[in-house]
């Protein structure tokens, strides 16, 4: 199922071939796929995960994306300036994981200075359970896309 950033070519988009498929349907499906942004043939059994996480997600950086604006107009900035910081910080950190195939936590860590601003973010970020939360909602989305998929 691809996700709505598909709309503007940045998909992502799993699939899981039937028990009849054959490998070229397999390619015909990924090339489709691929079209709308990234495409990725799975098991059946990680579906329903995988759209916690690439389907409901999209859904969670939008509203972490809607904090850091509103973060930024807290301290001053604009409004339409902090969504467009916010969106663009946002697109920077997804393009760095995704073109220098380094870990999201070495690249967090390049950012953090000893004493710094940002480790200090960091900390406020770990007391109010970011990580847990988002741990959570792909969770609980993958759970009930597999309660909606058996009705």
Request: proline share 4%; aromatic share 4%; with cysteine.
């Amino acid at each position: 199922m691809p996700n709505t950033p598909s709309l503007v070519g940045e998909g992502a988009s799993v699939f899981a071939l039937g028990k009849s498929a054959l490998e070229s349907d397999g390619v015909v499906i990924d090339t489709l796929l691929k079209t709308l942004g990234y495409s990725r043939q799975v098991k059946e059994s990680l579906v329903d995960p995988c759209s916690g996480l690439h389907g409901s997600g999209v859904a969670y950086m939008f509203v972490a994306m809607e904090a850091l604006a509103d973060g930024g107009v807290k301290v001053g900035i604009p409004r339409a300036m902090a969504y467009e910081l916010a969106a663009q910080t946002m697109l920077g950190a997804a393009k760095m994981v995704r073109e220098t195939g380094r870990h999201p936590g070495q690249l967090k860590d390049d950012v953090c200075s000893p004493g710094g601003s940002t480790i200090a973010a960091i900390h406020k970020l770990e007391e109010g359970g970011f990580r847990a939360a988002l741990i959570s909602a792909v969770e609980t989305a993958a759970t009930r896309a597999a309660q909606l998929g058996k009705k």
